[in-house]
């Protein structure tokens, strides 16, 4: 029931908390369904003082509930909207908001080291040019993770020493459309060849051996000649098929 303009992950979440607010109420002997909101700020302030989650996490699950009232009882009185909620997640948040973690950004002497490391037996090969050629095209491109693993080999335009990556969708482009990111050569900036990194990744992936024959490569051929940029890698440091992309939890350990 609970649908919309939400992702698939973020409906699943939402479902995991309602259910979970359901399984709370049930355990106290009360109707979810004839909340008029002290169950609800009730279950919040049970994750916070018992639980000891963060005041985050807490607001996480008022929208789960307040999503779930709303698309599976809509004429219903919404309890996650009630006052007993509103000054129960005041009073939260002043007492349990925990500050968040800075990270720190990596430095362009970090970014020449990695790209300057060679294979060292150990392990795969391409994998270790996969991994430098997101870090140096993230870094010089200023991608986040989601918009960097979408881009497709067309995406990325060589001109001469210069690189034009259109980016799809951004996360501040809410109306998908697209937008020209442009990276100068390193004869002009202070940094590793951008060029020369991604071009030996798709080289080692097989793109100059598939872009060199007679037949033109199926969309669906294991090689880094069309489909997804960046893509998980099989067996024996073999590239999967382009419909098989690096997922963002991929890029994590990167």
């Known amino acids: 029931a609970i649908a919309g303009r939400l992702t698939s992950r973020s409906i699943q979440t939402y479902r995991a908390w309602f259910s979970a607010f359901i399984n709370f109420a049930v355990s106290v002997g009360a109707d979810p369904l004839n909340d008029t909101g002290e169950i609800t700020a009730a279950y919040l302030m049970y994750l916070v003082r018992v639980r000891g989650l963060a005041a985050q996490t807490a607001d996480i699950a008022k929208s789960a509930i307040s999503y779930a009232y709303s698309c599976t009882i809509p004429a219903k009185f919404n309890p996650a909207r009630s006052t007993y909620v509103t000054q129960s997640m005041l009073g939260i948040r002043h007492l349990f908001t925990q500050p968040r973690a800075m990270k ?12 300057e490391l060679a294979w060292d037996g150990k392990g795969w090969a391409l994998t270790l040019l996969r991994d430098q050629a997101i870090i140096l095209l993230g870094f010089t491109a200023a991608l986040r993770r989601g918009e960097m693993l979408a881009l497709d080999i067309c995406d990325v335009d060589w ?12 996360k501040n482009d809410p109306d998908g459309l697209g937008k ?6 390193a004869a002009h900036a202070p940094t590793v060849d951008v060029k020369f990194v991604v071009q030996r990744y798709l080289t080692a992936g097989g793109a100059g051996r598939s872009l060199n024959c007679t037949k033109a490569a199926r969309p669906r051929d294991p090689c880094l000649a ?7 890698l099989v067996k024996r440091d073999a590239l999967a098929r382009p419909d098989r992309p690096l997922v963002d939890d991929g890029t994590r350990a990167i």
């Open 226 to 232: 069309c489909g997804r940029l960046f893509r998980q």
């Open 180 to 185: 020209q990111t442009y990276i100068v050569s």
């Open 159 to 170: 001109n001469g020493d210069h690189c034009t990556v259109h980016v799809r969708r951004a």
């Open 104 to 115: 720190q950004p990596i430095s362009l002497d970090f970014v020449r080291r990695v790209c």
